[in-house]
């Protein structure tokens, strides 16, 4: 087995760790973004523009962070401490700036979105709706953010509650089943399986702050470190690692910006993201190869992705198929991390941002498709890319990405997954790697192909030009295009990554 | 519920006899609670407070706070009778008790039959001519009134050097009340002494052991540190001080217990409408 | 302080006590009850607790008994056990 | 008068004259009792802050105030320190917040008694206020049998069952208090005093540890608490007698006894004994925290059971008492320091609940959950700020359930209990299907009545229902909003709180 | 043996009576046996008390003045045996001629305590026998499950 180099933990004494309130600001900028929402309430256009100034506003701050995570530095900033020694503290390192950006600027996009969705469908709460969606993100940015495992713990609880009423959005029966198991399976794993491992690394080592090279290294034994990781891999059930995936297709309930931002965004991107922090920064990848700990992880995040894939070809609803897609390309990143080799784990933080491109596109598209047709099944919607061709070309790029097919960045960040592989000694992970991607391709390009080349019995031939509104389909372009632009310009993804995983 | 009853009392005995072995004799005069704080106020209570009544001046000094408190247990229980029995709009409970008696009633009527109720209708009957009032009863109550209450006066004044004060002068002055209301009829008594006044009297006797203590406070001292009240009383030192303020304290405590002794009364024996009595 | 008098006046308590709780009539049950406090203040009185004793002797042989007395003639006599 | 010397017996004076004079005016004009409580009530947060300060200022962080100026073995005193300061604030913040909120609920509950009703409310304040900082033990039975008399009355007031189950309080309230009664007197003829921290110095110099009587003594005063604090297996009394009290005695009443018994439990036994004698005999702390394990899983599961809110709720105070009393069995500090803290969290959270179940029951007419259904419509700031407490009460951050679950765990942790450590998990779970119920009816669902066979009538036939927004009334929101953020607030400064419980958790000793 | 029944016969008896009274509150099925039971568990408590203040040859807790009144009023009768007077004139009593007044003072409380409690409980009792028209504990329960 190769030996790791030890250059990063040098990097990591030498960074310079500066505070800042920078941090605390782009968490308020959505976090007070309500009161002056639902003062607006009652002006939609009013409200709509709160929102774009509170994302916009949010981008800038999160903007402002990037130069100095560039140089090197982690900003620190501490909001209170509730523990004696362990406070409530936001840290921003080259990982957190990766999330972080993505997580803003989608939010821009998904906003623009949920105009275009919300106002033709005529849904009702709409305010209160936006207002959750606000609270969402500054849950995210605050996981993002987190300088260590309380932090974490608190923002992640949080993100759960605030988007409870974003998943059960249409109040009905459904919604209420959805709601239901969303809350079961994120309370209980986080509160059964997180907080008890949280403590007891807290208890063992005394120290919570995420490092470089972890802080449990030598201070439990294997089998407690066996027993805890798992813990937090299944625990952080936001990442969806089989078995606790089951949430995701019952959110599906949820509107499509919302469904877009679960999957693409926020909810799923923030469990991998645990599960990566935890990896990096609680175990440290040092610790875990010296335990041996990473094929344990692997078996089970491979597990994932080849059972994930085969459910979704049988899916209809489209929906539902993209969700146990999500399932699948999450357990990509968690494979990615549990190489536990340098270039993996780049791959892995790379493919939190392309596969959010990439899936945040193709939800995009599938709500774009119900707004101007109400149809949900995949088996309505042969055809209908006469229809709606640009939507569909924005879904066949969408598509590309998930599957790593250039000139996509969805396949840049593959590339590097599937070359940790041979990295770390166990070529033959490239298995799953592999085999997914060919059914990846499977559940997603039919649909592309019968929408353009079949008719069915919805759209034939003389199926005229409809799009959906502006608001729908400006934004889907926007990350279908953003989707290729990683392609080509993917230096600042892998430059935020890389910081992490040398510095963190 | 017996089984449990009786392993809980068994285990409760059991421990408590385990306990017995282990404590001093009966009547030893050195045991730890003989001769620790006891030889304290026994040596030095009457150079303390010039009160001979150990008992009085530890209650009514040293413990002064418990006392008070103790005083307003008796208001609780007052305030908290009135609370739980009195019907103010007359309609609630009077109006539940009526239709549940009348339900059980039928219900015991089919169980037992007529005879049952007959002999209750009997038994009532008599109780009817017991409760009216009797020449010789009354005329005893107004022979011996004046007695008791003058009784009552002289254990609440006296209780510095002889057994009794606040309280049990309080409770003879209530019982002789009560006895009036038995052998006179309640709203007879009530029109003497009425409601409001003994409420009144109630609030008025906590609040003269308050005041007492608030005084105190406001002249410098700590609450119930009744030395200083010297500055007040005429011609005393800080020692008589506080003779002269357990006599005050006394007084309160005869006021509340009295008036809401009496008011408990009242209220259990009318049924909380204050209309008729026993 | 007396013992064989204190004696006594205990082994009539438990009797009184016993007696109290086994009567089907309430109202008789009272009035032992009167007769039990007014031997525990014959007892105090006994042990040097006059004051003890005397309050005794007016709260609960006293009105303790009338409350009880009091409540028996508003609700009912008759006792099942 | 140096006023902030006497802030301790101003704090206890400004509710006990407050008593009487609003008995005295409500015999006068019973609409000024309402305001003079508030006043009152107010004057004796005032005074606790004061209070608090100075024990934070002073050296030693102990304050000692002697009543009638005696010395204390001979007089009574109170005794204030990081614990008891804390936990008397509390019950004043409480009693405040409820005093405020009572404006509506008493006129419409207990109409024509209101002064009566204030005056048992200040009467109780008093007792719960003095058994949190008296440091004489038998000052603290009197004290007690003030809370206790006035909270059988309060409770009797109520409607349906209440007398019934105020009975049964009354029976296990004064076998309680009797058995505590007890232990004081086994402790009394061992060491001949009264006086708390006297008794402890005793115990240490002469040695008596090793003596039965003052085991028993201690175990009597032990099963006294936990009667008084409704401690699985002796916890029967409570739901009944809370769910059936009027709205406004439950939310006194409920955040106050029971927090308030385990405050005394925790005293007595590491004030007044040491934690060397009280763990010293390993299987039985080992048994107690089994008990309130047991103690968790009942409350949890029956209130799962109940479908009256009030009752539901009144089971997790059971729960919860199983928590505190978990923790400060667990012989260590970490665990004791989670005791403590979760004392007043959940004194916060309880309150929060019992508030917003009240409001509920002051619009809705009902404490069935069904009444609960699509009030997020109807009334969204009461289901706020249930949801919340609600949260806290699952242990969620950054409200404060989650910070005192964090050290009991730890203590769980560290105490190598695991039974109790999932024993709390899975309590928090039930919690969390508890409440999402809850909140799923009230956000899913149309707004609807119970059919409730005894409510039929006169008073059903009362209720009109509103169109849309339907809220409580202000002074109910207020406090209601005050707690809920307060729980927030608590939780987020938690670290500060911890800091000043530590200094007692210190003082004890631990190994 | 013996001796520990003899010199302790007080506090067995109490016992005794205290679990007497204990029983009945738990085990009676009539709301006024159990208040009965009640008041007989709290005065075997206050017999305890007083019984721990007991001393062997000592008198009435009340200084006896003889004849030297005057500035604390009229002297108290003559009690019990007599009291050194030489040396209560020189400040110092002798501790064991007196019983022990503190439990005395503590159980004066406690009466006060339960005689109130005594009136609340028959305060409930008069409401539940409005309610249900019965005080026996069975037959209620019967009625609210009705």
């Not at chain 1, 949280?198 to 294997?222: E, I, N, Q, R």
């Not at chain 2, 006797?205 to 007492?212: D, E, K, Q, S, Y």
């Not at chain 5, 009340?62 to 019990?80: K, Q, R, S, W, Y």
Request: proline letters at 4%; one cysteine or more.
């Amino acid at each position: 087995m190769r030996q790791r180099p030890r250059k990063g933990v040098l990097i990591a004494m030498d960074t310079l760790v500066m505070t800042s309130q920078l941090p605390l600001y782009a968490v308020l900028a959505s976090a007070l973004a309500p009161i002056p929402l639902i003062l607006a309430g009652r002006n939609p256009n009013m409200r709509e523009a709160v929102t774009f100034a509170a994302g916009f506003l949010k981008l800038w701050f999160v903007m402002k962070m990037l130069p100095p995570v560039l140089e090197g530095k982690v900003l620190e900033y501490t909001l209170f401490e509730p523990v004696a020694g362990l406070p409530v503290q936001f840290r921003v390192d080259g990982m957190s700036m990766l999330f972080a950006l993505v997580a803003s600027s989608l939010w821009i996009l998904t906003s623009a979105y949920a105009i275009g969705y919300m106002r033709p469908l005529k849904e009702h709460a709409q305010t209160r709706f936006y207002v959750f969606f606000a609270f969402s993100l500054s849950a995210t940015l605050g996981v993002a953010f987190a300088g260590n495992l309380l932090t974490l713990y608190v923002f992640y609880e949080l993100l759960s509650m605030s988007t409870y009423p974003l998943v059960t959005h249409h109040q009905d029966a459904e919604a209420r089943g959805g709601g239901r198991r969303y809350l079961t399976y994120l309370l209980a794993t986080s509160v059964g399986l997180v907080l008890p491992a949280m403590l007891f690394c807290y208890l063992k080592s005394g120290d919570m702050t995420f490092a470089a090279g972890g802080f449990l290294a030598g201070k439990v034994t294997p089998t407690e470190a066996l027993v805890l990781l798992l813990m937090f891999v299944f625990g952080f059930a936001k990442a969806g690692v089989m078995p606790f995936h089951g949430w995701l297709p019952g959110a599906m309930v949820a509107p499509t910006p919302v469904s877009a931002l679960l999957h693409a965004v926020a909810v799923v991107k923030v469990g991998v993201f645990c599960i990566l922090r935890v990896v990096t920064g609680v175990f440290g990848l040092d610790f875990l190869e010296q335990l041996d700990l990473g094929l344990v992880v692997s078996f089970i995040a491979g597990f994932t992705v080849i059972c994930s894939s085969l459910i979704a070809l049988s899916q209809d609803n489209l929906k539902r198929r993209l969700a146990f897609s999500t399932v699948g390309q999450l357990s990509y990143i968690i494979l990615g991390a549990s190489l536990l080799s340098d270039l993996a784990v780049k791959g892995s933080m790379a493919h939190i941002a392309m596969h959010a491109f990439g899936k945040i596109t193709l939800f995009f598209c599938a709500g774009a498709i119900y707004v101007a047709t109400k149809k949900k099944y995949i088996s309505d919607m042969v055809g209908i890319g006469r229809r709606m061709p640009i939507t569909m070309v924005c879904f066949l790029i969408g598509s590309m990405s998930v599957m790593g097919l250039p000139p996509t960045g969805g396949l840049i960040s593959k590339l590097h997954l599937l070359l940790g592989a041979p990295d770390s000694g166990r070529w033959w992970l490239m298995l799953f790697y592999v085999v997914s991607t060919l059914l990846n391709g499977a559940y997603l390009l039919p649909i592309v192909f019968r929408a353009f080349f079949k008719t069915g019995k919805h759209f034939d031939a003389g199926t005229e030009v409809q799009e959906a509104p502006m608001f729908c389909l400006v934004p889907l372009t926007l990350t279908a295009i953003g989707s290729i632009l990683l392609f080509f310009f993917p230096h600042l993804v892998f430059e935020l990554a890389s910081l992490m995983v040398e510095g963190s | 519920m017996k089984t449990i009853g009786l392993l809980s009392v068994l285990f409760t005995g059991i421990l408590l006899m385990i306990a017995v072995v282990d404590f001093p004799d009966w009547g030893d005069p050195h045991s730890p609670a003989n001769s620790y704080l006891s030889t304290h106020y026994i040596e030095d209570v009457e150079e303390e407070t010039a009160v001979p009544n150990m008992v009085t001046a530890v209650l009514a000094d040293y413990r002064a706070f418990d006392t008070m408190l103790e005083t307003s247990v008796v208001f609780v229980a007052g305030i908290a009778i009135f609370a739980i029995l009195r019907s103010i709009d007359g309609t609630s409970l009077a109006g539940t008790t009526r239709r549940l008696q009348r339900r059980g009633r039928s219900k015991k009527e089919k169980r037992k039959g007529q005879g049952r109720n007959r002999r209750d209708e009997m038994v009532a009957a008599a109780e009817r001519e017991a409760a009216k009032p009797d020449l010789i009863v009354q005329t005893t109550v107004r022979l011996l009134m004046p007695t008791i209450q003058l009784f009552a006066l002289y254990v609440i004044a006296h209780g510095h050097h002889s057994p009794g004060g606040g309280f049990q002068g309080g409770v003879i002055l209530a019982a002789g009340l009560i006895l009036v209301a038995m052998s006179f009829g309640l709203e007879n008594t009530l029109a003497q002494v009425p409601e409001k006044l003994s409420l009144q009297l109630g609030n008025l006797g906590v609040l003269i052991f308050a005041g007492t203590g608030v005084l105190c406070l406001l002249l410098g001292a700590n609450f119930l540190d009744y030395h200083v009240l010297a500055a007040i009383y005429p011609a005393t030192d800080e020692i008589m001080a506080r003779s002269h303020s357990m006599l005050v304290v006394e007084i309160g405590v005869g006021f509340t217990v009295m008036s809401m002794l009496y008011l408990i009364y009242a209220n259990l024996s009318s049924h909380g409408d204050l209309k008729k009595g026993l | 302080m007396i013992w064989q008098f204190d004696l006594i006046i205990l082994v009539f308590l438990v009797i009184t006590s016993l007696i109290a709780l086994r009567v089907r009539d309430l109202m008789s049950a009272a009035m032992i009850l009167g007769v039990y406090s007014f031997l525990m203040c014959l007892l105090w009185a006994e042990m040097g607790a006059v004051d003890v004793a005397f309050t005794e002797a007016a709260v609960g042989a006293g009105l303790s008994t009338v409350f009880l007395v009091a409540t028996i003639l508003r609700t009912t006599r008759r006792s099942s056990d | 008068m140096d006023i902030v010397q006497q802030a301790p017996i101003l704090m206890i004076l400004c509710p006990f004259l407050g008593a009487f004079a609003v008995s005295l005016a409500g015999l006068i004009q019973r609409r000024w009792c309402y305001p003079l409580t508030v006043l009152f009530t107010a004057g004796s947060a005032y005074a606790g802050l004061g209070t608090l300060i100075q024990v934070l200022r002073t050296e030693g962080g102990v304050i000692r105030y002697r009543m009638g100026g005696w010395e204390p073995p001979f007089g009574i005193e109170f005794r204030l320190d990081a614990l008891n300061a804390a936990i008397a604030l509390m019950v004043v913040v409480v009693a405040l917040l409820v005093a405020i909120y009572s404006r509506q609920t008493v006129a419409s509950e207990t109409a024509g008694k209101e002064g009566h009703f204030y005056t048992l409310f200040l009467l109780l304040t008093v007792g719960v206020l003095g058994i949190s900082m008296t440091g004489d033990a038998f000052n603290l039975y009197v004290f007690l049998e003030i809370s206790s008399l006035s909270s059988y009355a309060l409770i009797a007031m109520g409607r349906g069952r209440a007398a019934f189950s105020c009975f049964n309080y009354i029976i296990m309230g004064t076998i309680g208090a009797s058995f505590y009664l007890l232990g004081v007197g086994y402790l009394y003829i061992k060491t001949g005093s009264l006086n708390m921290t006297d008794i402890a110095r005793i115990l240490q110099e002469h040695g008596l540890y090793s003596s039965n009587s003052v085991r028993i003594g201690f175990l009597f005063i032990l099963i006294g608490v936990w009667i008084k604090m409704a401690f699985v297996p002796l916890h029967r009394w409570l739901p009944n007698a809370y769910t059936f009290a009027p709205s406004t005695t439950s939310c006194l009443v409920a955040p106050l006894m029971t927090k308030v018994s385990i405050y005394v439990m925790i005293r007595i036994m590491f004030s007044v004994f040491n934690p060397e004698f009280v763990f010293g005999v390993g299987p039985r702390s080992d048994l107690v925290v089994w008990l309130a394990v047991i103690a968790m899983m009942v409350g949890s599961f029956y209130a799962l059971a109940k479908n009256k809110l009030k009752m539901m709720l009144a089971y997790l105070v059971i729960a919860e008492v199983g928590y505190m009393v978990g923790g400060a069995w667990l012989a260590n500090a970490t665990g004791l320091t989670g005791a403590i803290f979760h004392i007043l969290a959940d004194g916060l959270m309880t309150l929060a609940l019992f508030l917003a179940a009240g409001a509920i029951y002051y619009k809705r007419k009902s404490y069935n959950i069904v009444a609960t259904k699509g009030l997020f419509g109807k009334m969204p700031f009461t289901m706020g700020a249930f949801a919340i407490a609600a949260l806290s009460m699952i242990g969620i951050p950054p409200t404060c359930g989650f910070f005192s679950k964090w050290y009991l765990i730890s203590g769980g942790i560290e105490a190598g209990h695991w039974g109790f450590v999932v024993g709390l998990l899975t309590s928090s779970m039930v919690n969390a299907v508890l409440f999402f119920r809850i909140l799923e009816r009230a956000y899913f669902e149309k707004p609807e009545l119970p059919y409730e066979p005894g409510r039929q009538g006169k008073n059903a036939l009362n209720f009109v229902e509103r169109k849309g927004v339907d809220e409580a009334p202000l002074t109910m929101l207020a406090p209601l909003w005050a707690a809920s953020l307060g729980l927030v607030l608590l939780g987020v400064y938690s670290g500060v709180v911890i800091d000043f419980i530590s200094r007692y958790v210190n003082s004890v000793g631990f190994q | 043996m013996l001796d520990l029944i003899i010199a302790k016969f007080n506090y067995w008896v109490y016992i005794v009576l205290m679990m007497i009274g204990l029983y009945a509150m738990i085990a009676k099925n009539n709301y006024i046996k159990k208040l009965i039971g009640m008041t007989i568990f709290q005065t075997a408590i206050m017999l305890f008390y007083v019984s721990i203040g007991a001393k062997q040859g000592a008198t009435i807790p009340i200084i006896d003045h003889h004849g030297d009144g005057g500035d604390h009023g009229e002297a108290a009768e003559a009690v019990g045996h007599a009291v050194e007077t030489a040396a209560h004139a020189a400040g110092s009593l002798d501790p064991d001629a007196y019983v022990n007044p503190l439990p005395h003072v503590l159980m004066l409380t406690a009466i006060v305590v339960g005689v109130a409690t005594l009136g609340v409980a028959m305060a409930v009792v008069q409401k539940i026998h409005d309610q249900y028209g019965s005080i026996e504990e069975d037959e209620v329960l019967k009625r609210i499950k009705l």
